[in-house]
């Protein structure tokens, strides 16, 4: 059982069923909220991918640690103190693989699935540290080791962005809250056959970016001028794919250029450059540009799985924040 629930756990029905006559143990984690001096907390996750990504994790334990069932029940919405946030019941033959089950399950769960958690005191509300924490920014870009700033700026003056070592000045990094919108530009996928914006939903979840908005809309360069247009609307940061090639109905640079009041061009640049290292000289086909309107970032790419990937991976969500404050200065 793997679920994503606002009620409460039944933790003995859960223990119940993990009983088996084979099992030797069975093992329960069961996280609640600790009073740090907070009046509550609340817990956001993305389910399709948080269910996905658990039902990964258990089949990972149970591989292995020999694990006869493990099941996992994770509570959102608003809890108060003392609540039950998270459920963890491993059976196994024996205690020592129950335990080290559990907490191979836990950590993972930790580690990648998206939930998100605001803790609610007097003075307010704050995301807690690892949850929505401020966007990576890589140490490649527009930063510098502290000791460069050692005589010209104080080093209490710098922020460590990246949570590496490596500083920069804060005014190079404060973004607004981010909103992301998809735009899958065909005229023959389907929400279920669209595998490139379902991955791109996916990634943006894992680094903790909402998605407010998605649409398909045909080859057509009204269709996508409208399309764009509504997802001004709700989102800073909108990531169209497809229509980038150069066949006849490939029509999204055309449509999106014009409106572009500024643009960067580096990143089809260095988008090529990547595409190169993968493909070849057919990188040159692409047509991957962005560009910002009204201080928010567009993002036009190709439209196939692996361009959609590298694309967010290497270039999008690590220069994300970086974009969105310099075009928000």
Known sequence: MIRVQQEDVDIAAMIAAAKRPESGAVVVFNGIVRNDDIDAMEVEAYEEVALRDMEAIREEAVGKFHLHSADIVHRIGRLAVGENIVVIVVGAGHRSEGFRGCEYILERIKERVPFWKKEYRKEGASWVKGHREPRRVPT????????????????????????????????????????????????????????????????????????????????????????????LELANCIVLNGGTGLTHDDCTIEAVSPLLEKRIDGFGELFRLKSFGEIGTSAILSRAVAGVIRGKVVFCIPGSTGAVTLAMKEIILPELGHILTHANK
């Not at 490649?140 to 949570?163: E, M, N, Q, W």
């Not at 590496?164 to 065909?186: L, Q």
């Not at 680094?207 to 269709?223: E, G, N, Q």
């Open 140 to 231: 490649r870009t527009c930063l510098c080791p502290a000791s460069f700033f050692h005589f010209a700026v104080p080093k209490s003056t710098l922020i460590d962005a990246a949570g590496d070592g490596t500083f920069m000045k804060p005014d190079h990094y404060m973004p607004p809250e981010f909103r992301a919108a998809i735009i899958t530009v065909s005229s023959s996928r389907t929400p279920e056959t669209d595998t490139s914006g379902t991955k791109i939903r996916e990634l943006l979840a894992l680094d903790h970016v909402p998605v407010v908005h998605y649409a398909i809309v045909p080859d057509r360069v009204d269709a996508i001028q409208s399309g764009l247009a509504r997802a």
